[in-house]
């Protein structure tokens, strides 16, 4: 069964930091990365990291967001600082099934920033 399960969330006040883990398992997995759902809005992408290492980043998010990996370990992280109120959302991870030519995704954590 592939799971991806994400921790990390929460409430955090503007200019603090907070870092998202997402744990793979069940399939060999390809690029892996975070998008957001913020309330009232359509599910956007943040970041994402392919088996290269190689990254992409939302362009509000640039500077402020780093995404990184443990292959080893099926592992994604999103370190985000200087978290603004307008990056309160739901964070879903997101993974390449290889082996079934699917997307998977995780159930999602809630980050919240206000003071």
């Known amino acids: 069964q592939v799971q991806l399960v994400e921790s990390g969330g929460g409430l955090v006040q503007p200019g603090g930091s907070l870092t998202l883990s997402c744990a793979g398992s069940?399939?060999?997995?390809?690029?892996m990365g975070w998008y957001r759902q913020g309330p009232g809005k359509q599910r956007e992408l943040v970041a994402t990291?392919?088996?290269?290492?190689?990254?992409n980043y939302l362009e509000r998010v640039k500077g402020r967001f780093t995404i990184s990996r443990d292959s080893p370990k099926n592992t994604v992280y999103l370190q985000m600082n200087s978290l603004k109120p307008e990056d309160t959302a739901v964070y879903y991870c997101?993974?390449?099934?290889?082996?079934?030519?699917?997307?998977?995704w995780g159930k999602g954590t809630l980050v919240t920033v206000s003071s």
């Open positions: 997101y993974a390449r099934n290889i082996l079934q030519a699917e997307d998977a």
């Open positions: 069940g399939t060999l997995f390809g690029a």
């Open positions: 990291i392919n088996n290269s290492g190689n990254t």
